[in-house]
């Protein structure tokens, strides 16, 4: 009995390990979408991660929301960057999501 090439590839892609994806932002930091204009950010362009979802691909996705907005948005972790925090920020984090 003679073993294909084709079926052994497919054994062996399916023994292969993957590490899984590490997600970089943690619920309730401050994120914006990379590349934006040149411009600073605003408080339009600033989301909160809200929850941390499964990896699509390689990429970690979250759930996004911005407080002028009244839906979510999900993304890839790919598009986004973190936004530095300033103190007033930093009430409004726990007074919004809790210490911690």
């Given at each position: 009995m003679t073993v294909s090439p084709?079926?052994?590839a497919v054994?062996?892609?399916?023994?292969?390990?993957?590490e899984p994806a590490t997600h970089l932002f943690a619920v309730g930091q401050a994120?914006?979408?990379k590349?934006?204009?040149?411009?600073k950010a605003g408080p339009t362009e600033i989301f909160r991660v809200t929850r941390t979802?499964?990896?699509?691909?390689n990429s970690p996705q979250y759930r996004i929301r911005?407080?002028?907005e009244r839906h979510?948005?999900?993304?890839?972790?790919d598009d986004l960057e973190g936004v530095p925090s300033t103190p007033d920020q930093d009430t409004l984090i726990e007074r919004t999501f809790g210490h911690g």
């Open positions: 084709l079926k052994v054994r062996d892609a399916s023994t292969a390990r993957r994120v914006r979408f590349g934006g204009f040149g411009l979802l499964p990896p699509r691909g911005n407080e002028e979510e948005r999900v993304t890839s972790q």
